[in-house]
Nanobody
Framework: VQLVESGGGLVQPGGSLTLSCEVS????????MAWYRQPPGKQRELVAR???????SYADFVKGRFTISRDNAKNTVYLQMSGLEPEDTAVYYC??????????WGQGTQVTVSS
């Protein structure tokens, strides 16, 4: 299984970015798909998670600014981010989690929020 993220970059505070995660197999094979992030000098943390059945959860710090979605036909998961703040600066990782508690990770994409 390969996960390839894209869409990161430099954005000004208040700006928007959409991250994409393309999966080599069907995303419906996984119990859930998720986005994590790792800010500089900090541990990796959950940003958003979408279960196969459609249940979605977000970290408290998202505050309604981010949306996780998927396109089953394209085997792609998205993270739409708006109202970005400098504190959102991090490497963002895509995660695929199976029913057997296996985890697959992408290589990460850098998001930098700075003026």
């Amino acid at each position: 299984v390969q996960l390839v993220e894209s869409g990161g970059g430099l954005v000004q505070p208040g700006g928007s970015l959409t991250l994409s995660c393309e999966v080599s197999g069907s995303i419906l094979n996984f119990y859930y798909m998720a986005w994590y992030r790792q800010p500089p000098g900090k541990q990796r943390e959950l940003v958003a998670r979408r279960q196969r059945g459609g249940v979605i959860s977000y970290a408290d710090f998202v505050k309604g600014r981010f949306t996780i979605s998927r396109d089953n036909a394209k085997n792609t998961v998205y993270l739409q981010m708006s109202g970005l703040e400098p504190e959102d600066t991090a490497v963002y990782y895509c995660n695929a989690h199976t029913n057997l508690s296996e985890d697959f990770w992408g290589q990460g994409t850098q998001v930098t929020v700075s003026s």
